[in-house]
């Protein structure tokens, strides 16, 4: 997991908020004797995603759990299928069982969402790409998630690609302005996309040789006109990528318009959870 904190943190603070002083439902209800399997289970069919999310979860709550991952990320499951087998103190994968769950069940609606996306664009070169619109402190995790669907993975914050977007273009004084602030100070190289929304936004982004031109909520016959302006340009092709209000029922259309990229922030800001369970087994006492 790459990210400015770790894994371990985001699990530690997710336990904490639900554990709290203590599980006392559990302490009170089982036997600290009681030993048990714990299988977790999809109720839905979908893409499998967070594995390593779930694992630290138990790891946390108990080093001596031991766990069996029977899937991996990426992998498709059916309804039924059994992703992992959690073995150890009852209590313990009890107390683990609703943070462990929320991460696999919102990873895994991440990945499956994604995947559909995909599956639309199949056959026309377009890669579908997520945004920075991503749960705070999640956004690894997330765009991980991404990845397992299919899909592949736009900047993963300000630090690491320059975008100018329509706010930084009219604080600057325009995209010409904006785009020679930016190589003024990009020391480090990093590549440059600039956002337009008109045909001659578009004509004034491949003057200034950037490396990607977003086209913003544009409609398909203009994203057709401005896919054919990049194409029929002289000097380097810029990477060319759609974006803004795309829907898994318009997306073919998008990508048949011939663009590189198309960005989707629903595959992380309002994906719908996958249905997963944890089932208790093989309950005994040592």
């Known amino acids: 997991m790459t990210s400015h904190f770790s894994l371990a943190d985001l699990v530690r603070i997710a336990l904490s908020e ?3 002083p203590g599980d006392w439902t559990t302490r009170w209800t ?22 390593e999310a779930a694992v630290e979860c138990f790891r946390q709550v108990d080093a001596e759990l031991r766990v069996e991952l029977l899937c991996a990320d990426g992998d498709a499951m059916s309804t039924g299928a059994t992703v992992l087998r959690v073995h150890g103190e009852a209590r313990s994968i009890l107390t683990a069982e609703r943070v462990c769950l929320n991460l696999l069940q919102h990873l895994s609606g991440v990945a499956t ?29 997330q765009k991980a998630a991404v990845r397992a669907g299919g899909g592949a993975n736009h900047r993963f914050g300000l630090h690491d690609m320059v975008l ?33 929304t008109t045909l001659s936004e578009v004509d004034e982004a491949l003057r200034l ?37 795309i829907i898994l029922e318009t997306i073919s259309a998008v990508a048949e318009t011939g663009v590189d990229f198309i960005s989707v922030g629903a595959l992380t800001h309002s994906v719908p959870a996958l249905d997963l369970s944890l089932r208790l087994t093989g309950i005994g006492k040592e």
């Open 209 to 245: 040789q950037v490396d990607r031109i977003m086209f913003d909520n544009m409609t398909v016959p203009l994203l057709r006109d401005a896919v054919a302006r990049v194409r029929s340009s002289r000097g380097p092709r810029p990477e060319t990528e759609a974006s803004g209000g």
């Open 164 to 196: 100018i977007k329509d706010n930084h273009i009219a604080a600057a004084g325009g995209i010409t302005a904006a785009v020679k602030a930016v190589r003024r100070e990009n020391r480090s190289g990093l590549r440059v996309e600039v956002e337009t």
């Open 113 to 141: 969402l994604t995947q559909r996306y995909v599956a639309a664009v199949r056959g026309t070169g377009a890669r579908v790409v997520d945004t920075r619109k991503t749960t705070p402190g999640m956004r690894a995790l």
């Open 18 to 20: 639900d554990v709290g």
């Open 30 to 51: 089982v036997p600290a004797a009681t030993r048990a399997e714990g299988e977790v289970v999809a109720k839905a069919p979908g893409v499998l995603a967070g594995l």
